[in-house]
């Protein structure tokens, strides 16, 4: 058979996804098209009001509704065994004590904590009576005072949220070394400073979250949309079920969009699996996207105060950010490491800035825990920084151009070990800079804005030069097995949720072993396939997958090597593997491809018992360090001052993603951060009133980008390989939000400065942006 | 239960059903149609976007019993057979999808753009998809499929 590796599918190529005739059919497996035998409907009951202690729940009228089976309540879980909601995050606290991590039982017993806090679950035959039956609930609390912003929730007078938590601190973080950072300040010539938001974001991948439970005679399933069910399967069998591992499964199909919400274990999954086994059937559940903007995990929504040091030559000399992460009610399904660590790691970016110190509160509030989005803390650092060294360099009448040049870390100082610890292996960042510069015609700016002004519009140009840090290393697995009939099945332990794993996984494989690209398909979503995985977050499943797939295509080779030594009567020193053939060593006639060899296995060839058996391997690779993306994305924004309407008019990146696997997946990646970071930059908002209660809980209220908002995106690559990937691949998932944050609020600021406005804060939606100019021009 | 009976890509189907059943849920849990998804319960998104009477109409605002005798079209009805239709064809070619949860919704709209509109520019495109929302793609290259499939020809 012919079974040879097609050079249109090499790595490099942009090769089309795979999964897309099925998903453009509506044929793709999201959890909610699940339907398992003799399920029932589980409804959630939530707490209307954001704080207050729970004197009783009466679930007497809605357990007597129509169709009802069962109704629980956290004392139910409890009772049943179930552990509570676990936090595996831990982080010391800048006097060195432990964090606080108050314990949450997954549906609320003492007290309710925000708007949506679950307090029951209601199951019945159909969801509509589910539906009806939540809404017999009544719950009898003690309202408390609510507190829904990080400042007021350190307030002296503040209710406290969680006992264990003293003026509402869940982690007092610091990073660096005050002192010197203070003298670097002390001996400034400059300082800049600006108080600086990322604002809360709804996160709304499309897909609601939906998760539908089993159990069966000791054997748990559950089927979720998450980010690694490896991960998933071991925190949910630990933790919460008390069970082995082996009686645990997690099964992801379709995931419709994730952006770091749907990788916590969610209260609502706990109650499923336990409704399943208090009633002997399947119990599926799905969000309605009301109940998503209530229960969904928030990201961002940190307040910082930014502060550069600079000599008088405008050198960097020291970073300094302080502030507040407001992490939400919950441990847990929040995380700290946006408002945290990953400011530390981001804020260096591609400078050459000696200093740093970090200090964040991340505090608990009566308001949605807030979890990762899309780079959790790395486009808020590049955010900062980005903003710092804009407003330096207008405070300084340095340009700003020349004062990113003359502090960026130079490429002839790679490996560059930065002082939070991390080590740079590769990066050009003034070469970037001066592409994107001609990239985008950042001279022929002046022509564009007389012709906006022309049209009584304001014009601003903006530059965001940024570096992320890819997540650490972890253990990733790879296994490869040769069915009957040459079809190649890869699993790895990554989890698609949009990204399009399959196309250039399978690119990278095809390459390796010299088969058929279109032979290979990816198994992912299935916990009781995984040895390991560390599931896809953080920008690095090429990276991290990419190596596990290298390494165990190497391991087929070898086994290879071995076997076609045997069939073709040579000592396996002597074989050589080129473009998926074994052949004999200057024996070009003597040789074997992988198709043949799958042939003489299939074919039932006696093998010695000291040779492998089949061509098959199951590989756990320890995944390469961080990489270092980074890139320069340029806006043009036009500004109506009438209105205070902010247009994105021009928007250009080049990026340095290393090797692009497939280019035209990369190009999508950028392109989807891009629009992420423009949402955040100019329109959303999630707004809570002083009460608690969510004032933007439907896309009436909440702004997301559409199709309308978008400028055209000009994508252009400045690849320099990583040096510590054997792909020479670098993170693009998270990119554009790093890129979009800065590049528009510049531009924003750049085009209102004519008014004499220094800074804006995100989102500059067309009232603050009007009301901005009023300000300082009340005739206009 | 009253019954309603309607023809679905294609097929009479007769079914009966509870008052309040919304068409998307009709088609989703009555018919198995699992194509057509349910985003937001806002009229917002889009992603339950179908045609009826050849017309898109968002299926999560319309009871089941509105849609009686009516023609319906899902997602499931586009391609023909093997054959993907020309607005499928060109979402994948050109990468117009990444999670793929709002592309049915998202290319029955835009089949009923091309159907309004025979060769739209792009602010016409944009404009015209304002009522689909997409978290995934930035839309570009959601615009550069349907400016694709506007030049491709039609059968």
């Known amino acids: 058979m012919t079974y040879a590796a097609n050079p249109k599918f090499a790595v490099g190529q942009p090769v089309s996804r795979t999964e897309d005739p099925k998903l453009v059919r509506g044929a793709g497996r999201f959890t909610d098209d699940i339907n398992l035998p003799t399920q029932l409907y589980a409804v959630f009951a939530r707490s209307p009001h954001a704080h207050g202690v729970i004197r009783g729940i009466d679930i007497a009228a809605a357990r007597a509704m129509p169709g009802v089976l069962g109704v629980f309540i956290g004392t139910d879980i409890e009772a049943g065994g179930f552990g509570r909601m676990p936090c595996g995050l831990t982080a010391p606290n800048r006097d060195g004590s432990a964090m606080v991590k108050p314990s949450r039982v997954a549906l609320a017993v003492d007290k309710v ?15 509509a009576q589910a539906r ?20 007021s929730a350190m307030a002296a007078n503040a209710p406290r949220i969680h006992d264990e938590a003293i003026g509402n601190v869940f982690l007092d973080y610091h990073y660096g070394d005050t002192a010197k950072v203070a003298a670097a300040f002390a001996q ?3 300082v800049t400073q600006l108080d600086l938001c990322s604002n809360r974001i709804a996160v709304s991948p499309m897909e609601p979250r939906c998760a539908a439970g089993q159990y069966d005679d000791g054997q748990w399933t559950l089927h979720v949309g998450c980010q690694g069910p490896f991960a998933t399967r071991n925190t949910l069998a630990r933790e919460i079920l008390k069970a082995a591992p082996d009686k645990v499964r997690v099964i992801t199909g379709n995931v419709g969009g994730s952006f770091g919400m749907k990788a916590p274990l969610y209260p609502e999954y706990v109650a499923v699996l336990f409704a399943a086994r208090a009633l002997g059937r399947p119990v599926k559940w799905a969000n309605d996207r009301s109940e998503s903007f209530l229960s969904d995990g928030h990201g961002r929504d940190h307040q910082m105060h930014a502060e550069l040091a600079l000599d008088r030559d405008g050198n960097f000399l020291a970073v300094r950010i302080t502030g507040t992460g407001n992490l939400g009610a919950y441990p847990g399904q929040a995380t700290v490491i946006p408002a945290s660590a990953n400011v530390v790691k981001n804020i260096i970016g591609v400078y050459r800035t000696p200093l740093l110190e970090v200090s964040t509160k991340c505090v608990f509030t009566n308001t949605a825990p807030v979890g990762a989005y899309r780079g959790a803390g790395r486009p808020e650092a590049n955010y900062y920084m980005e903003r710092l060294v804009d407003q330096a360099a207008r405070e300084m009448g340095i340009d700003r151009v020349e004062l990113r040049r003359r502090n960026h870390i130079p490429a002839d100082l790679m490996p560059y070990g930065t002082p939070s610890g991390q080590t740079y292996d590769s990066g050009e960042f003034t070469a970037v800079l001066d592409k994107a510069l001609l990239f985008a015609d950042w001279n022929g700016f002046e022509d564009r804005k007389r012709e906006s002004e022309r049209r009584g519009l304001l014009r601003g140009r903006g530059i965001g030069q940024y570096l992320e840090v890819t997540a650490p290393p972890a253990s990733e697995m790879c296994s490869i097995r040769f069915e009957t009939g040459g079809n190649i099945t890869l699993t790895t332990g990554t989890l698609d949720q949009g990204q399009g794993h399959a196309t250039p996984f399978a690119q990278v494989a095809a390459q390796r072993l010299g088969v058929p690209f279109e032979r290979i398909a990816l198994r992912q979503g299935d916990s009781d ?121 021009r928007y250009s990146m ?49 702004a997301m980008p559409r199709a309308e908002d978008m400028p055209e995106l000009r994508f252009a690559s400045h690849p320099v390989p990583a040096t510590t990937n054997p792909l020479g691949a670098k993170g ?45 021009a009340p005739a206009l | 239960m009253p019954n309603v009976s309607l023809t679905v890509n294609g097929k009479a189907v007769s079914r009966d059903v509870d008052t309040r059943t919304l068409l998307v849920q ?38 089941a019993l509105q849609v009686e005798g009516k023609t319906v079209r899902t997602i499931e009805g586009l391609a023909d057979g093997e054959k993907l239709h020309p607005m499928q064809e060109a979402f994948r070619e050109h990468h117009g999808l990444q999670c793929g949860f709002c592309t049915p919704g998202m290319i029955m709209s835009a089949v009923d753009l091309l159907n309004r509109h025979k060769s739209p520019s792009e602010e016409t495109i944009r404009h015209e998809l304002e009522g689909n929302l997409c978290r995934c793609t930035g839309y570009a290259n959601i615009v550069k499929a349907v400016q694709a499939a506007a030049s491709a020809p039609r059968g």
């Not at chain 1, 998270?734 to 979009?740: L, S």
């Not at chain 2, 194509?35 to 009871?63: E, F, N, P, R, Y």
């Open chain 1, 732 to 776: 693009c998932g998270e990119a554009g939000c790093a890129g979009a944050l800065p590049s528009i609020m510049n531009a924003a600021v750049d085009a209102l400065s004519k008014y004499g406005i220094m800074h804006m804060d995100m989102p500059a939606t067309a009232p603050r942006v009007w009301q901005a100019i009023r300000e300082k």
């Open chain 2, 26 to 63: 009709f088609l989703r849990e009555n018919l198995g149609l699992t194509g057509t998804h349910i985003g937001c319960d806002t009229t917002q998104c889009g992603a339950c976007t179908v045609h009826v009477d050849g017309k898109a109409l968002k299926s999560c605002t319309v009871l």
């Open chain 1, 529 to 649: 396939d995984l040895k390991a995985g560390g599931g896809t977050g953080g920008s690095k499943s090429m990276v991290s997958a990419g190596k596990a797939i290298v390494e165990a295509c190497d391991k087929v080779v070898a086994q290879g090597r071995q076997i076609a030594a045997f069939v073709l009567n040579a000592s396996e020193g002597e074989i050589t593997f080129n473009d998926g053939r074994f052949a004999v060593e200057g024996q070009a006639d003597r040789n074997l491809g992988i198709g043949d060899l799958l042939e003489v296995i299939g074919g039932g060839l006696p093998l010695p018992a000291h040779l492998p058996q089949s061509l098959d391997v199951e590989h756990i690779a320890q995944t390469p360090p961080s990489t270092f993306p980074n890139g320069c994305h340029i806006a043009e924004v036009e500004i109506d001052p009438a209105t205070g309407v902010v247009r994105v008019d």
């Open chain 1, 132 to 151: 009806d039956a939540a809404e017999a609930v009544v719950l009898d609390l003690d309202p408390l005072q609510a507190v829904t912003t990080a400042e």
């Open chain 1, 188 to 190: 400034a010539a400059h």
């Open chain 1, 113 to 127: 904590r925000f708007v949506g806090d679950p307090v029951a679950v209601v199951v019945a035959e159909t969801a």
């Open chain 1, 654 to 702: 080049v990026n340095d993603f290393g090797v692009m696997i497939n280019p035209l997946l990369v190009e999508g990646q950028a392109q989807g951060g891009v629009v992420q970071g423009l949402g955040q930059a100019l329109m959303e908002l999630v707004i809570y009133d002083e009460s608690g209660q969510l004032l933007t809980g439907s896309y009436t209220d909440y």
